[in-house]
Antibody, heavy 115, light 112 residues
Framework: QVQLQQSGAELVKPGTSVKLSCKASGYTFTSNHMNWIKQTTGQGLEWIGIINPGSGGTSYNVKFKGKATLTVDKSSSTAFMQLSSLTPEDSAVYYC????????WGQGTLVTVSS | DIVLTQAPLSVSVTPGESASISCRSSKSLLSSKGITSLYWYLQRPGKSPQLLIYQMSNLASGVPDRFSSSGSETDFTLKISKVETEDVGVYYCGHRLEYPFTFGSGTKLEIK
């Protein structure tokens, strides 16, 4: 069965970076795009961007360009998202979700940015 | 960006009754391939969102047929027949027509 296992919660300081992971199993990793989504209480669900694991090609929401960087490691079937220059406004739950339909979601990673 | 407006913000339903949720798009979601790129998701309390409906009216795998969706190019309705307690959560519509993908702000379903 398809599973997306995300990395654990992070408590990070403002101005630093964090790298989140999403390990895929139960399907051919390179056959489906991977999305990343931000969820906050105030802003709801926001699409950050998408990566093609086969080619490494990416598309980003303009709002998150310069903030998020999407990469993959095909050898471990893992997608990554690095968030840089963190501020308290980046505190949120971040999800990975498979394919254009978002048919499968990870369990989410809580990122808290606080000094 | 395409704006999706959901209504109502919340709905309270007696088990066994029906509920309807509306989603209005600021742009036609009909693609050049003739597919209406509107999706519905349910986020149960403390859980990740799950896909309910894809391409406006197709039930996702494992989703009970109490759920149905219909609409035009810009106005859509999710209907839940015979609501059960497991249907509690926040319902989101979303589009996949073009980048950036966007979501509605959500409709919270509660049980009376």
């Amino acid at each position: 069965q398809v599973q997306l296992q995300q990395s654990g919660a992070e408590l990070v300081k403002p101005g630093t970076s964090v790298k989140l992971s999403c390990k895929a199993s139960g399907y051919t990793f390179t056959s489906n795009h991977m999305n990343w989504i931000k969820q906050t209480t105030g802003q709801g669900l926001e699409w950050i961007g998408i990566i093609n694991p086969g080619s490494g090609g990416t598309s980003y929401n303009v709002k998150f360009k310069g903030k998020a960087t999407l990469t993959v490691d095909k050898s471990s079937s893992t997608a990554f998202m690095q968030l840089s220059s963190l501020t308290p406004e980046d505190s949120a739950v971040y999800y990975c979700a498979r394919g254009r339909e978002f048919a499968y979601w990870g369990q989410g990673t809580l990122v808290t940015v606080s000094s | 960006d395409i704006v999706l407006t959901q209504a109502p913000l919340s709905v309270s339903v007696t088990p066994g009754e029906s509920a309807s949720i509306s989603c209005r798009s600021s742009k036609s979601l009909l693609s050049s391939k003739g597919i209406t790129s509107l999706y519905w998701y349910l986020q149960r309390p403390g859980k990740s969102p799950q896909l309910l409906i894809y391409q406006m009216s197709n039930l996702a795998s494992g989703v009970p047929d109490r759920f149905s969706s219909s609409g035009s190019e810009t106005d859509f309705t999710l209907k839940i027949s015979k609501v059960e307690t497991e249907d509690v959560g926040v319902y989101y519509c979303g589009h996949r027509l073009e980048y950036p993908f966007t979501f509605g702000s959500g409709t919270k379903l509660e049980i009376k």
